[in-house]
């Protein structure tokens, strides 16, 4: 006897490629600048340097490496530079695509900041949509013939919004939403950015 198949979705993790790209570029820049003006500098520059470190390297990780989306058979995680937010399926009201790709639950909008909208992806996808159109033997007006085109960050909104009407009912999928803020992000920059204010304004 074979084994029904269940319909929840594996676990799945969204990230932008050039989101990455550029904040391990980032990254490698300030600490190259920044180890050698410490190394080398005299008087406050190198304090001037570790506290800027301090500032910056967390800001350069919440906007570049942190932003995920994340999701499983329950819910919907959505970790953005200084929040997270858990969403159970059944508290996903909405998921849209427009200037940016969003998700709302209780009256609240979150913006996935893993999924960017990319306006040339989706002029790009337009005209694979436009390729793959075929006029009708009387040369009417072109009818597709395949699934509708759609950039890669739209397509995964997409396939998120599917998983949330199919998953919205599961007894497993149930509850509100939770936000976590991301004090370990907040508190160093805020560290550094006070000793930075308070070398440069005693300097």
Same mark, same amino acid.
């Given at each position: 006897?074979?084994?029904?198949?269940?319909?929840?979705?594996?676990p799945?993790?969204?990230r932008?490629?050039a989101?990455?790209?550029?904040?391990?570029? !980032?990254?490698?820049?300030g600490?190259? $600048?920044g180890v050698?003006?410490?190394?080398?500098?005299?008087?406050r520059?190198?304090?001037?340097?570790?506290?800027?470190l301090?500032?910056?390297?967390?800001?350069?990780?919440?906007?570049?490496?942190?932003p995920?989306?994340?999701?499983?058979?329950?819910?919907?995680?959505?970790r +953005?530079?200084?929040?997270?937010?858990? !969403?159970?399926?059944?508290?996903? *009201?909405?998921?849209?695509?427009? $200037?940016? +790709?969003?998700?709302?639950s209780?009256g609240r909008?979150y913006?996935?900041?893993? !999924?960017p909208?990319?306006?040339?992806?989706r002029?790009?996808?337009?005209?694979?949509?436009?390729r793959?159109?075929?006029?009708?033997?009387?040369?009417?007006t072109?009818?597709?013939?395949?699934?509708?085109v759609r950039?890669?960050?739209?397509?995964?909104?997409?396939? !998120?919004?599917?998983?949330?009407?199919?998953?919205?009912?599961?007894?497993t999928?149930?509850?509100?939403?939770v936000?976590?803020?991301?004090y370990?992000?907040? *508190?160093?920059?805020?560290?550094?950015?006070?000793?930075?204010?308070?070398?440069?304004?005693t300097?």
């Amino acid at each position: 006897m074979s084994t029904p198949q269940s319909s929840a979705p594996e676990p799945r993790t969204h990230r932008s490629t050039a989101s990455l790209v550029t904040g391990a570029l !980032l990254l490698a820049l300030g600490a190259w $600048f920044g180890v050698d003006a410490i190394w080398r500098g005299s008087g406050r520059t190198p304090w001037v340097a570790l506290a800027a470190l301090v500032t910056l390297v967390p800001l350069v990780v919440a906007y570049t490496l942190r932003p995920a989306v994340v999701s499983d058979e329950d819910r919907l995680t959505v970790r +953005n530079p200084f929040r997270t937010v858990t !969403l159970p399926w059944a508290a996903v *009201a909405e998921l849209r695509s427009g $200037f940016t +790709n969003e998700v709302r639950s209780d009256g609240r909008t979150y913006q996935l900041w893993a !999924l960017p909208v990319s306006l040339r992806a989706r002029k790009k996808a337009a005209r694979a949509q436009m390729r793959d159109a075929v006029a009708d033997p009387h040369g009417a007006t072109p009818t597709t013939v395949s699934q509708p085109v759609r950039s890669d960050s739209d397509q995964a909104v997409e396939d !998120l919004r599917e998983i949330a009407e199919r998953r919205a009912a599961a007894p497993t999928a149930q509850g509100p939403a939770v936000v976590r803020w991301a004090y370990e992000i907040i *508190a160093p920059t805020a560290v550094g950015a006070i000793a930075l204010v308070v070398l440069v304004a005693t300097g």
